[in-house]
Protein backbone atom coordinates (compact mmCIF):
# COMPACT_ATOMS: atom_id res chain seq x y z
CA UNK A 1 0.00 0.00 0.00
CA UNK A 2 1.64 2.79 -0.74
CA UNK A 3 2.17 5.82 1.75
CA UNK A 4 0.67 9.00 0.35
CA UNK A 5 -2.69 8.13 2.15
CA UNK A 6 -3.50 6.91 6.09
CA UNK A 7 -5.66 3.72 6.85
CA UNK A 8 -8.18 6.40 7.64
CA UNK A 9 -7.90 8.70 5.35
CA UNK A 10 -8.74 5.66 2.67
CA UNK A 11 -11.52 4.97 4.73
CA UNK A 12 -12.47 8.73 5.20
CA UNK A 13 -12.51 8.71 1.18
CA UNK A 14 -14.71 5.49 0.75
CA UNK A 15 -16.98 6.83 3.10
CA UNK A 16 -17.51 10.20 2.69
CA UNK A 17 -16.88 10.25 -1.11
CA UNK A 18 -14.59 12.77 -0.73
CA UNK A 19 -10.97 14.15 1.49
CA UNK A 20 -9.99 17.41 2.57
CA UNK A 21 -6.66 19.32 3.56
CA UNK A 22 -4.28 16.38 1.56
CA UNK A 23 -0.40 18.36 1.19
CA UNK A 24 0.17 18.61 -2.46
CA UNK A 25 3.13 21.56 -2.64
CA UNK A 26 5.12 23.53 -0.19
CA UNK A 27 4.72 27.30 -0.15
CA UNK A 28 7.91 27.44 -2.68
CA UNK A 29 6.54 25.06 -4.83
CA UNK A 30 3.12 26.35 -4.64
CA UNK A 31 3.72 30.23 -5.57
CA UNK A 32 6.02 28.84 -8.30
CA UNK A 33 3.47 27.11 -10.08
CA UNK A 34 0.77 30.00 -9.40
CA UNK A 35 3.62 32.15 -10.64
CA UNK A 36 3.73 30.22 -14.16
CA UNK A 37 -0.13 29.95 -14.77
CA UNK A 38 -0.14 34.19 -14.30
CA UNK A 39 2.61 34.20 -16.71
CA UNK A 40 1.16 32.40 -19.31
CA UNK A 41 -1.89 34.65 -18.40
CA UNK A 42 0.08 37.61 -19.23
CA UNK A 43 2.11 36.18 -22.06
CA UNK A 44 -0.16 33.81 -23.90
CA UNK A 45 -3.58 35.52 -23.64
CA UNK A 46 -4.41 34.91 -27.28
CA UNK A 47 -3.87 30.95 -26.75
CA UNK A 48 -2.64 29.18 -30.10
CA UNK A 49 -3.83 26.71 -32.65
CA UNK A 50 -6.86 29.13 -32.71
CA UNK A 51 -8.18 28.41 -29.29
CA UNK A 52 -7.80 30.97 -26.32
CA UNK A 53 -5.51 30.39 -23.51
CA UNK A 54 -9.14 29.84 -21.75
CA UNK A 55 -9.73 27.03 -23.82
CA UNK A 56 -6.97 25.25 -22.76
CA UNK A 57 -7.32 25.73 -19.37
CA UNK A 58 -11.28 24.86 -19.46
CA UNK A 59 -10.39 21.31 -20.67
CA UNK A 60 -7.20 18.88 -21.69
CA UNK A 61 -4.03 21.49 -20.93
CA UNK A 62 -2.33 19.18 -19.68
CA UNK A 63 -2.07 18.27 -23.96
CA UNK A 64 -0.56 21.49 -24.61
CA UNK A 65 1.06 23.06 -21.81
CA UNK A 66 3.67 21.26 -20.22
CA UNK A 67 3.25 22.79 -16.89
CA UNK A 68 -0.16 21.20 -16.65
CA UNK A 69 0.74 18.08 -17.17
CA UNK A 70 3.94 18.43 -14.83
CA UNK A 71 1.77 19.35 -12.41
CA UNK A 72 -0.54 16.46 -12.81
CA UNK A 73 2.83 14.26 -12.16
CA UNK A 74 3.66 15.46 -8.86
CA UNK A 75 4.89 12.38 -7.04
CA UNK A 76 3.38 13.47 -4.19
CA UNK A 77 -0.66 13.68 -5.80
CA UNK A 78 0.43 10.50 -7.40
CA UNK A 79 1.35 8.61 -4.17
CA UNK A 80 -2.03 9.90 -2.80
CA UNK A 81 -4.31 9.00 -5.83
CA UNK A 82 -2.46 5.77 -6.12
CA UNK A 83 -3.77 5.32 -2.30
CA UNK A 84 -7.47 5.45 -3.65
CA UNK A 85 -7.38 3.95 -7.12
CA UNK A 86 -4.08 1.31 -7.31
CA UNK A 87 -1.21 1.43 -9.22
CA UNK A 88 -1.89 2.01 -12.26
CA UNK A 89 -2.76 5.42 -13.09
CA UNK A 90 -3.47 8.00 -16.31
CA UNK A 91 -4.84 11.56 -16.32
CA UNK A 92 -7.95 12.09 -18.39
CA UNK A 93 -8.16 15.59 -18.19
CA UNK A 94 -6.60 18.79 -16.55
CA UNK A 95 -8.58 21.97 -15.99
CA UNK A 96 -8.41 25.33 -13.92
CA UNK A 97 -10.94 26.76 -11.61
CA UNK A 98 -10.45 30.37 -11.68
CA UNK A 99 -12.46 32.74 -10.19
CA UNK A 100 -11.66 36.64 -10.00
CA UNK A 101 -11.79 38.78 -6.45
CA UNK A 102 -15.06 39.27 -5.65
CA UNK A 103 -16.76 37.24 -8.65
CA UNK A 104 -20.38 35.94 -8.14
CA UNK A 105 -19.23 32.79 -9.95
CA UNK A 106 -20.95 29.83 -8.48
CA UNK A 107 -21.14 26.20 -9.44
CA UNK A 108 -24.12 24.20 -8.56
CA UNK A 109 -24.63 20.96 -7.33
CA UNK A 110 -23.57 18.12 -9.50
CA UNK A 111 -21.62 15.08 -9.86
CA UNK A 112 -19.03 14.37 -12.34
CA UNK A 113 -19.63 11.59 -14.08
CA UNK A 114 -22.96 12.64 -15.57
CA UNK A 115 -21.40 14.41 -18.22
CA UNK A 116 -18.10 12.77 -19.21
CA UNK A 117 -19.05 9.96 -21.42
CA UNK A 118 -17.18 7.14 -19.28
CA UNK A 119 -19.98 5.52 -17.46
CA UNK A 120 -20.39 5.22 -14.00
CA UNK A 121 -16.89 3.66 -12.43
CA UNK A 122 -15.41 4.46 -9.05
CA UNK A 123 -11.67 4.43 -10.90
CA UNK A 124 -11.86 8.01 -11.56
CA UNK A 125 -11.18 10.53 -9.13
CA UNK A 126 -10.78 14.42 -8.93
CA UNK A 127 -7.39 15.84 -7.32
CA UNK A 128 -8.45 19.86 -6.68
CA UNK A 129 -4.89 21.56 -5.78
CA UNK A 130 -5.47 24.50 -4.26
CA UNK A 131 -2.62 27.28 -5.65
CA UNK A 132 -4.27 30.38 -3.61
CA UNK A 133 -6.10 30.78 -0.09
CA UNK A 134 -9.07 28.92 -0.67
CA UNK A 135 -10.96 29.60 2.12
CA UNK A 136 -15.03 29.59 2.44
CA UNK A 137 -15.11 33.33 1.83
CA UNK A 138 -13.61 32.50 -1.43
CA UNK A 139 -15.49 29.79 -2.62
CA UNK A 140 -14.27 26.84 -1.79
CA UNK A 141 -16.09 23.08 -2.79
CA UNK A 142 -18.97 21.89 -0.56
CA UNK A 143 -19.31 18.34 -0.52
CA UNK A 144 -22.31 16.24 0.68
CA UNK A 145 -20.73 13.09 2.40
CA UNK A 146 -21.66 9.48 1.39
CA UNK A 147 -23.73 10.80 -1.73
CA UNK A 148 -21.47 8.92 -4.14
CA UNK A 149 -23.35 5.86 -2.60
CA UNK A 150 -26.85 7.07 -4.17
CA UNK A 151 -25.93 6.45 -7.64
CA UNK A 152 -25.86 8.65 -10.96
CA UNK A 153 -28.70 11.02 -10.19
CA UNK A 154 -31.04 13.23 -12.42
CA UNK A 155 -29.65 16.66 -13.63
CA UNK A 156 -31.36 19.57 -15.18
CA UNK A 157 -29.77 22.50 -17.13
CA UNK A 158 -30.93 25.98 -15.72
CA UNK A 159 -28.03 27.95 -18.09
CA UNK A 160 -27.73 30.44 -15.37
CA UNK A 161 -25.51 33.50 -16.28
CA UNK A 162 -23.29 32.78 -12.77
CA UNK A 163 -22.87 29.13 -13.18
CA UNK A 164 -19.07 28.42 -14.07
CA UNK A 165 -20.83 24.82 -15.55
CA UNK A 166 -21.65 25.33 -19.02
CA UNK A 167 -25.16 24.43 -19.12
CA UNK A 168 -25.40 25.45 -15.57
CA UNK A 169 -26.48 21.68 -14.95
CA UNK A 170 -27.47 21.00 -11.53
CA UNK A 171 -29.21 18.17 -9.34
CA UNK A 172 -32.94 18.64 -8.27
CA UNK A 173 -32.82 18.45 -4.73
CA UNK A 174 -29.96 18.47 -1.83
CA UNK A 175 -30.15 18.62 1.71
CA UNK A 176 -27.35 21.24 1.79
CA UNK A 177 -27.55 21.14 5.72
CA UNK A 178 -25.52 18.21 4.71
CA UNK A 179 -22.86 19.92 3.53
CA UNK A 180 -19.44 19.85 4.78
CA UNK A 181 -16.82 22.93 3.18
CA UNK A 182 -13.45 21.78 2.03
CA UNK A 183 -11.34 24.95 2.62
CA UNK A 184 -7.85 24.61 1.43
CA UNK A 185 -4.46 26.25 2.17
CA UNK A 186 -2.49 27.26 -0.69
CA UNK A 187 -0.37 23.93 -1.70
CA UNK A 188 -3.51 21.47 0.07
CA UNK A 189 -5.47 19.47 -2.34
CA UNK A 190 -9.05 17.21 -2.16
CA UNK A 191 -10.12 14.48 -3.62
CA UNK A 192 -13.47 13.79 -4.59
CA UNK A 193 -16.00 10.60 -6.29
CA UNK A 194 -16.94 11.89 -9.95
CA UNK A 195 -20.49 10.40 -8.32
CA UNK A 196 -19.99 13.06 -5.07
CA UNK A 197 -22.62 15.90 -4.98
CA UNK A 198 -20.04 18.92 -4.93
CA UNK A 199 -20.87 22.86 -5.79
CA UNK A 200 -18.91 26.08 -4.58
CA UNK A 201 -20.37 29.68 -3.89
CA UNK A 202 -18.89 32.85 -4.81
CA UNK A 203 -15.33 34.46 -4.32
CA UNK A 204 -15.98 37.14 -1.67
CA UNK A 205 -12.34 37.64 -0.79
CA UNK A 206 -9.62 39.89 -2.17
CA UNK A 207 -7.71 37.40 -4.06
CA UNK A 208 -8.03 34.74 -6.89
CA UNK A 209 -9.48 31.88 -5.88
CA UNK A 210 -7.12 29.17 -8.13
CA UNK A 211 -7.33 25.38 -8.44
CA UNK A 212 -5.88 23.24 -11.02
CA UNK A 213 -8.58 19.74 -11.26
CA UNK A 214 -6.79 16.95 -12.47
CA UNK A 215 -9.05 13.76 -13.66
CA UNK A 216 -7.11 10.61 -12.40
CA UNK A 217 -8.72 7.21 -14.07
CA UNK A 218 -7.53 3.45 -14.13
CA UNK A 219 -6.97 1.53 -17.65
CA UNK A 220 -10.02 -0.57 -16.03
CA UNK A 221 -12.60 2.72 -16.73
CA UNK A 222 -12.28 1.63 -20.45
CA UNK A 223 -13.64 -2.00 -19.61
CA UNK A 224 -17.29 -0.80 -19.69
CA UNK A 225 -17.19 2.44 -21.61
CA UNK A 226 -18.37 3.60 -24.96
CA UNK A 227 -16.64 5.13 -27.85
CA UNK A 228 -12.79 6.24 -27.71
CA UNK A 229 -11.26 7.96 -25.41
CA UNK A 230 -7.81 9.41 -24.81
CA UNK A 231 -5.91 9.42 -21.59
CA UNK A 232 -1.83 10.09 -20.15
CA UNK A 233 -0.25 7.22 -18.49
CA UNK A 234 1.65 8.78 -15.31
CA UNK A 235 2.27 6.06 -13.29
CA UNK A 236 1.92 2.24 -13.34
CA UNK A 237 1.09 0.38 -16.58
CA UNK A 238 -2.05 0.24 -19.13
CA UNK A 239 -2.02 -3.43 -20.33
CA UNK A 240 -5.65 -3.27 -21.08
CA UNK A 241 -4.61 -0.64 -23.85
CA UNK A 242 -8.66 0.71 -23.76
CA UNK A 243 -7.67 4.33 -23.56
CA UNK A 244 -5.75 5.85 -26.37
CA UNK A 245 -2.66 6.85 -24.76
CA UNK A 246 -1.16 10.39 -25.20
CA UNK A 247 2.48 11.02 -24.30
CA UNK A 248 1.89 15.07 -23.33
CA UNK A 249 3.16 17.99 -24.42
CA UNK A 250 6.38 18.03 -26.14
CA UNK A 251 6.83 22.06 -25.49
CA UNK A 252 4.56 24.89 -25.25
CA UNK A 253 1.66 24.72 -28.08
CA UNK A 254 4.30 22.69 -29.94
CA UNK A 255 2.40 22.17 -33.83
CA UNK A 256 1.93 18.37 -33.77
CA UNK A 257 -0.06 18.74 -29.80
CA UNK A 258 -1.87 20.95 -31.02
CA UNK A 259 -3.48 19.08 -34.24
CA UNK A 260 -3.92 15.87 -31.66
CA UNK A 261 -5.17 18.60 -29.62
CA UNK A 262 -8.60 19.12 -32.02
CA UNK A 263 -8.60 15.84 -33.12
CA UNK A 264 -8.65 14.70 -29.21
CA UNK A 265 -11.61 17.25 -28.73
CA UNK A 266 -13.08 15.87 -31.51
CA UNK A 267 -13.56 12.42 -30.61
CA UNK A 268 -14.34 12.74 -27.28
CA UNK A 269 -17.15 15.38 -28.42
CA UNK A 270 -18.13 12.42 -30.68
CA UNK A 271 -19.31 9.97 -27.43
CA UNK A 272 -20.35 13.19 -24.69
CA UNK A 273 -23.59 13.21 -23.13
CA UNK A 274 -25.78 15.09 -25.53
CA UNK A 275 -26.48 18.46 -25.79
CA UNK A 276 -22.82 19.41 -24.45
CA UNK A 277 -21.20 19.21 -28.19
CA UNK A 278 -19.25 22.81 -27.80
CA UNK A 279 -16.65 21.67 -25.86
CA UNK A 280 -15.91 18.27 -23.98
CA UNK A 281 -15.25 20.45 -20.59
CA UNK A 282 -18.35 21.00 -18.04
CA UNK A 283 -17.14 24.42 -17.65
CA UNK A 284 -16.37 27.69 -18.34
CA UNK A 285 -14.09 30.13 -16.80
CA UNK A 286 -14.03 33.61 -16.19
CA UNK A 287 -12.07 35.26 -18.38
CA UNK A 288 -9.88 38.38 -16.01
CA UNK A 289 -11.59 41.01 -17.94
CA UNK A 290 -14.41 40.04 -16.24
CA UNK A 291 -13.39 40.40 -12.80
CA UNK A 292 -15.73 42.41 -11.05
CA UNK A 293 -13.32 43.30 -7.49
O1 LIG B 1 -13.77 24.62 -8.42
C1 LIG B 1 -14.98 24.51 -8.25
O2 LIG B 1 -15.63 25.33 -7.67
C2 LIG B 1 -15.72 23.30 -8.75
C3 LIG B 1 -14.82 22.21 -9.15
C4 LIG B 1 -15.53 21.01 -9.65
O3 LIG B 1 -16.72 21.00 -9.81
C5 LIG B 1 -14.73 19.83 -9.97
O4 LIG B 1 -13.51 19.87 -9.88
O5 LIG B 1 -15.33 18.80 -10.33
Same mark, same amino acid.
Given at each position: M??G???????? /??????????R?????E?? &?????????????????????L????? !?????????????????T?? %?? !?????????L??S !????I????S #??? !????Q %??? /???? #? %?? *? *???????????V???? =?C? $??? +?????????A??DTF???????R?????????????F??????? &????H?R???A? =? +????? *???? =???????? +??? $??E? +??? *? /?????????A?K?????A??R??????D??? /?DQ? @????????T??? @?D???????E???????
Amino acid at each position: MPMGLSLEQIEA /YQRDGFLTRIRAFDLNEVA &MARQAIEALEEQCSDGAGGHSLNQFFR !VNGHLVIPLLAEISKAETIL %DS !VEALLGPNLLVWS !VELFIKEPGS #GKT !VSWHQ %DLT /YWGM #G %DT *D *DEVTAWIALSDVSIEA =GCM $RFI +PGSHKEGMVAHHDTFCDHNLLSRGQEIGSVDESQAVFGALRPGE &MSFHHGRCFHAS =G +PNLSG *DRRI =GVAIRYVT +PDV $RNEA +PGR *D /YAMLVRGQDAAKGWINVAGPRRLFAPEDLTA /YDQI @LQDQSAFLTEGA @LDAVSLYQHEQQQETSA
